[in-house]
């Protein structure tokens, strides 16, 4: 008497080929597959911009000099010439600053600068903000300041830039004492209408 042999049954089942639910497993695969790498992409970009993040650091901006442009009987035109310094190692592109210049509690003038400009990654560029004031709305001290060779100042605003991770809009003050110059490279004289 002879037995089947599993042998037999194997190659039978080979015969017939798969069974017809295989192929729809083997293309869900797929899609699991793709749509798992397109996961693992996103969650890593998500993690690199995290950690840009957590590393950006703000620029630094600060006043380097004050030029007295012209000055005359109501008023007077000023250029504020502001450094920003960038400490990140990627670049940064300023889109709008904007600033309030005070002298000794004298508020001076508010100007808001909407050209564009670039910081290169751990570099810095000077930017160029005119300020027109009048004489009617600042007080003794300015005026006074403007017969030495060096202004005391507070800067105050706020600079707004495209960075790698997105738009990021920076606070600043700073405050100290800067260079006093005319635009020809000499110190102003009296100011109109000074004590």
Not at 36 to 47: D, P
Not at 102 to 124: A, C, F, L, M, P
Request: hydrophobic share 35%; glycine share 14%.
């Amino acid at each position: 008497m002879t037995r089947p042999t599993t042998a037999g049954r194997v190659s039978a089942a080979v015969g017939r080929g798969p069974p017809p639910y295989i192929p729809s497993m083997a293309r869900r695969l797929r899609s699991t597959a793709r749509s798992g790498a397109v996961a693992l992409g996103v969650g890593m970009l998500a993690t690199a911009c995290a950690g840009l993040r957590e590393v950006f650091r703000e620029p630094r901006i600060d006043l380097q000099r004050v030029v007295v442009r012209g000055l005359g009987v109501t008023g007077g035109d000023l250029d504020l010439i502001v450094r920003v310094a960038n400490p990140n190692g990627f670049a940064l592109h300023g889109t709008r600053l904007e600033a309030g210049f005070d002298v000794e509690g004298s508020h001076v003038g508010t100007v808001t600068y909407q050209d564009e400009y670039q910081i290169r990654r751990n570099d810095s560029t000077l930017v160029t903000l005119p300020v027109r004031f009048e004489w009617s709305g600042v007080g003794s001290a300015f005026r006074a300041a403007l017969r030495y060779g060096d202004i005391p100042y507070t800067l105050k605003g706020q600079a707004t830039l495209r960075t790698p991770i997105g738009p990021r809009v920076v606070a600043f003050t700073t405050q100290g004492r800067a260079p006093l110059v005319r635009s020809g490279g000499g110190l102003p004289g009296p100011a109109p209408g000074s004590p």
